[in-house]
């Protein structure tokens, strides 16, 4: 089955730490998303890639860092730059960038600061 | 710039009873609206979508008209069941090539039987 799948579900980062957040899809989408959502606050867009090896900051990247080396991958760092960290990470793909198609969620992972 | 206001939650109802979420949008353009659920412990899953004015998206049950004259898309079911207990998100995408989702802040529905 085609799907989007996210690693670890929960993940503790340490003080100073960098940690890195795994999404991949094998759905043969072009572009990909990660999003924050934080309580009461819905989802807000942290970078996008459009196509490999090309990617945007969103509405929030400070304290965070891609890549897209792959097509079917797009992991997310969450630096020690990023000082509250704590929140709920969704990975998103969608077929192509600029049509409008939906977006495909992953399930997620929780990060909380040690 | 771009936002949606839901409705804000949590909403608590009894199981058959009629549920409206109140999604209001303010964007430039044409844009298309989503409605997505989001279950425990869980990512998104699209419920439906409608791309243009006096769409109708329906899906499981659950309606949602694209209102232009009045900007709005809520979201309706006749008769809830325990099992649509999730939070729901309204959402837009501007129709200028650009694929970001604006979202509301989400509407926590709670079924009680």
């Known amino acids: 089955d085609g799907g989007i799948t996210q690693s670890p579900k929960y993940l503790f980062r340490k003080e100073g730490q960098n940690v890195t957040l795994s999404c991949e899809q094998n759905?043969?989408?072009?572009?990909m998303y990660w999003y924050r959502q934080d309580p009461g606050q819905g989802l807000r867009l942290i970078y996008y890639?459009?196509?490999?090896?090309?990617?945007q900051k969103g509405d929030i990247a400070e304290g965070y860092s891609v890549s897209r080396e792959k097509k079917e991958s797009f992991p997310l760092t969450v630096t020690s730059a990023q000082k509250n960290p704590t929140a709920f990470y969704l990975c998103?793909?969608?077929?192509?960038?600029?049509?409008?198609?939906?977006?495909?969620f992953g399930p997620g992972t929780r990060l909380l600061v040690l | 710039g771009d936002s949606v206001t839901q409705m804000e939650g949590p909403v608590t109802l009894s199981e058959e009873a009629f549920l409206t979420i109140n999604c209001t949008y303010t964007?430039?353009?044409?844009?298309?609206l989503f409605w997505y659920v989001q279950y425990p412990g869980e990512g998104l899953q699209l419920l439906l979508k409608?791309?243009?004015?006096?769409d109708k998206g329906s899906n499981k049950g659950f309606e949602a008209t694209y209102r232009k004259e009045t900007t709005s898309f809520h979201l309706e079911k006749g008769s809830v069941q325990v099992s649509d207990s999730a939070v729901y998100f309204c959402?837009?995408?501007?129709?200028?090539?650009?694929?970001?989702?604006?979202f509301g802040t989400g509407t926590r529905l709670t079924i009680i039987p």
């Open positions: 998103a793909s969608s077929i192509v960038w600029g049509s409008q198609e939906t977006q495909y």
């Open positions: 759905l043969n989408h072009d572009a």
């Open positions: 890639s459009q196509i490999v090896n090309d990617f």
């Open positions: 964007a430039t353009g044409y844009p298309s």
């Open positions: 409608a791309t243009k004015a006096d």
């Open positions: 959402a837009l995408a501007t129709n200028f090539g650009n694929e970001k989702l604006t």
